[in-house]
């Protein structure tokens, strides 16, 4: 698919379309989600060409003046010069990839990002400079990483708008593969130049908090296998173009559910937090009353719905509550002590929990994970829908 022209101000139309069909030819052909836009304008106030290219993670702006700058051939070249840029990358270790589901070949999930193997791309050789530079858990991690996820780029700039772009892309991939399926993998990444042989040249590293997550006890056993990795490809569209429509209180659940996810180690604030998300899906200009919230949290996600199904422990809560409906109420009274500084109601703390490989969580435990699960499962729903959510097709 061609870029589509925003604008073209040049006055004369044989010089209007020659200008044009020269600055699309240099775009070229590009994937359809790939939204690539052009403005050219001759400023009624002196004699330039001003071309203005925005494409995913590129942006150009570049002024042409006189006659030797203003022909097909000079303005083409400029084009394809920018757009070449430096070969570069932004990766995201996976280190929670099931042994069954590592390859050796990149999988696309979207355009230029893939799901690879980056043991040739990125070796401890590779990083051994930056070894004084990062905490020692960090580059323990990085140079342990097998997997990634990938985003290969073209920029000018050392760390500029295509570098954030980039980063903000693979978060973005990052926050829907936590939706549907929730592991110990923190997100940090790696930019690096790609040479001719495909090594990196590490030029950035972003570290991950240094204290380890404190995730639901329910998804600690969690990996990442193939069948994930297929829902993300299949979801990711939907979910990119919902995100970037979607009201402000599904944007803020989305960051809330990331913020208690990896940013808050303490329980009592991961609930608050996540309670807090499911609220502002729900709830639009006035709150809703506790029971049309749940009301509508019902609607959403299946009052009946097993809040373990997709856990690698599920047979470890068989005798403990594991529906929407059995924890919701309790949920919603936890959080509103714990904001008012009370602490939990000696009726739930007599209540069971459910087993764990190291022995028994509490009943406040479950509903820490009761909280992380109906935010995560309403924003998947909300998100995506009957008809993009893979969870909901039978062919997963």
């Given amino acids: ?51 203005d290219i925005e494409g995913p993670s590129f942006r150009w702006r570049r002024s042409f003046f006189g006659p030797l700058e203003q022909t097909e051939e000079f303005i083409s070249a400029e084009v394809k010069r920018a757009i070449a840029g430096t070969a570069k990358l932004t990766l995201v270790p996976l280190h929670f990839v099931s042994p069954m589901a590592t390859f050796d070949e990149p999988v696309s999930v979207l355009g230029s990002v893939t799901i690879e193997n980056i043991t040739d791309l990125l070796s401890s050789q590779d990083l051994e400079p930056w070894k004084e530079q990062i905490a020692p858990r960090s580059y323990k991690r990085l140079s342990s990483a097998r997997m990634a996820l990938v985003h290969r780029f073209s920029s000018k700039e050392v760390v500029g ?34 040479g001719p042989e495909g090594k990196a040249d590490v030029v950035r590293v972003s570290e991950p ?40 209180g599904v944007q803020r659940a989305v960051r809330l559910f990331n913020v208690g996810y990896q940013g808050i180690n303490d329980s009592v604030i991961q609930i608050i937090t996540w309670v807090i998300g499911i609220e502002a899906i729900f709830n639009s200009i006035e709150p809703n009353s506790q029971s049309e919230l749940i009301s509508r ?33 309790d949920l919603f009274e936890l959080r509103n ?60």
């Fill in 337 to 396: 002590r714990l904001v008012h500084g009370l602490w939990v109601p000696s009726s739930m703390e007599h209540k069971a929990g459910h087993g764990t490989p190291g022995g028994q969580s509490t009943y406040a435990d479950c509903l820490r994970e009761a909280a992380f699960h109906i935010l995560r499962l309403s924003l998947r729903n909300t998100l995506l829908g009957p008809e993009t959510n893979p969870m909901s097709r039978a062919a997963h």
């Fill in 209 to 248: 908090p240094q204290v380890p997550l404190n995730l639901p006890v329910s998804e600690l056993l969690n990996q990442f296998h193939r069948n994930d990795f297929n829902k993300l490809k299949l979801a990711l569209p939907s979910f990119l173009d919902a995100l970037q429509a979607a009201p402000e």
């Fill in 297 to 329: 949290i019902g609607e959403c996600i299946g009052a009946d719905t097993d809040l373990y199904a997709e856990s690698a422990m599920s047979s470890y809560f068989e005798n403990s509550p594991r529906t929407v409906r059995e924890m919701i109420s």
């Fill in 161 to 194: 708008r295509p570098e954030e772009d980039s980063t903000a892309l693979l978060f973005k991939v990052f926050t829907l593969l936590r939706i549907l399926r929730p592991t110990r993998e923190e997100f940090f990444f790696v930019q690096a130049n790609e």
């Fill in 1 to 51: 698919m061609r870029a589509s022209v925003i604008t073209n101000t040049i006055p004369l139309p044989e010089e209007r379309l020659a200008i044009e069909e020269a600055v699309l030819d240099a775009i070229g052909e590009r994937p359809e989600h790939e939204a690539w836009r052009v403005r050219i304008d001759e400023p009624f106030d002196r004699p330039d060409y001003i071309i």
